[in-house]
């Protein structure tokens, strides 16, 4: 029986939510049944299909498993490619503060939830880092917005330049050479801010990182001195119970000798 589409974009969903280790086999098996099924061309679109590396592995779990704060980074973002633009066309600033401030919030959330997940699979500090990058880049284009928001990403992305997200081609025709002017400095105070407040986001997420990773290996070395503890106990229980079992003995053989002197 042919697959139907819908059933085919299930598919397709099920392998971004698997493990990394079984991606691969699980794609090729989908191709294979298709192909059996004369599905050649949806089988080789399939067989296309790439492999996600660490980070964007995370990205698509955070878009499953974290919905509600990756649908407000997707509205964050939007709104702040709508509102960066009108700012950088000399228009209120006010709703471009608003999306950033927006933006980072529900960034700062899901780079939490992806440290603890990343801490669950022994995932690194470089694919966290790029997985936090990706967010943020595909909430900043309608198809990044679209492929996180299914949670398919296949490949790292990284933020559009300042201009490609302003929506700017240069000044309007009939600016006037002053304003031309006042707007492209304006652009570079404004990139200027972002560039620093996206520096202080990695440097606070480092912090977090190394906070967390200090507190890993505490909770590590605690784990083990419990452990070990834990193992004295069970050996002094294990002395006291055979120490019990030879007073057991004395004392029957008391009992013993007891009867025979009455």
Same mark, same amino acid.
């Given at each position: 029986?042919?697959? *139907?589409?819908?059933?085919?974009?299930?598919?397709?969903?099920?392998?971004?939510?698997?493990?990394?280790?079984? &991606?691969?086999?699980?794609?090729?098996?989908?191709?294979?049944?298709? @192909? *059996?099924?004369?599905?050649?061309?949806?089988?080789?679109?399939?067989?296309? #299909?790439? =492999?996600?590396?660490? +980070?964007?592995?995370?990205?698509?779990?955070?878009?499953?498993?974290?919905? #509600?704060?990756?649908?407000?980074?997707?509205?964050?973002?939007?709104?702040?490619? =709508?509102?960066?633009?009108?700012?950088?066309?000399?228009?209120?600033?006010?709703? &471009?503060?608003?999306?950033?401030?927006?933006?980072?919030?529900?960034?700062?959330?899901? !780079?939490?939830?992806?440290?603890?997940?990343?801490?669950?699979? +022994?995932?690194? *500090?470089?694919? #966290?880092?790029?997985?936090?990058?990706? #967010?943020?880049?595909?909430?900043?284009?309608?198809?990044?917005?679209?492929?996180?928001?299914?949670?398919?990403?296949?490949?790292?992305?990284?933020?559009?330049?300042?201009?490609?997200?302003?929506?700017?081609? +240069?000044?309007?025709?009939?600016?006037? @050479?002053?304003?031309?002017?006042?707007?492209?400095?304006?652009?570079?105070?404004?990139? @200027?801010?972002?560039?620093?407040?996206?520096?202080?986001?990695?440097?606070?997420?480092?912090?977090?990182?190394?906070?967390?990773?200090? !507190?890993?290996?505490?909770?590590? @070395?605690? !784990?083990?001195?419990?452990?070990?503890?834990? !193992?004295?106990?069970?050996?002094?229980?294990?002395?006291?119970?055979?120490?019990?079992?030879?007073?057991?003995?004395?004392?029957?053989?008391?009992?013993?000798?007891?009867?025979?002197?009455?």
């Amino acid at each position: 029986m042919p697959v *139907s589409e819908a059933e085919l974009e299930r598919e397709i969903d099920r392998l971004y939510q698997l493990p990394l280790s079984e &991606f691969t086999s699980a794609r090729d098996e989908l191709a294979k049944r298709l @192909r *059996s099924e004369g599905e050649r061309k949806r089988a080789d679109e399939v067989k296309k #299909l790439r =492999k996600p590396n660490v +980070g964007v592995w995370l990205v698509n779990q955070l878009a499953r498993k974290r919905e #509600l704060d990756v649908q407000r980074l997707l509205e964050a973002g939007e709104s702040l490619t =709508k509102s960066q633009a009108a700012a950088a066309a000399g228009k209120s600033s006010q709703k &471009f503060l608003e999306a950033r401030r927006g933006e980072q919030q529900a960034l700062e959330r899901l !780079a939490r939830a992806a440290r603890e997940l990343a801490e669950r699979e +022994g995932v690194g *500090s470089t694919a #966290l880092a790029k997985a936090t990058e990706t #967010l943020r880049a595909a909430s900043l284009t309608a198809e990044g917005r679209e492929l996180l928001k299914r949670g398919r990403l296949s490949e790292e992305l990284e933020p559009p330049g300042f201009e490609a997200l302003a929506g700017l081609d +240069g000044p309007p025709q009939g600016r006037s @050479r002053e304003k031309a002017k006042s707007s492209r400095g304006n652009e570079q105070t404004e990139k @200027r801010r972002l560039l620093k407040e996206a520096r202080q986001g990695v440097q606070q997420l480092r912090a977090d990182e190394r906070k967390l990773t200090t !507190a890993a290996r505490a909770a590590e @070395r605690d !784990a083990e001195h419990a452990e070990a503890e834990a !193992a004295a106990l069970r050996r002094r229980a294990e002395d006291a119970r055979q120490e019990a079992v030879a007073a057991a003995d004395q004392r029957e053989a008391a009992e013993v000798e007891l009867d025979r002197l009455k």
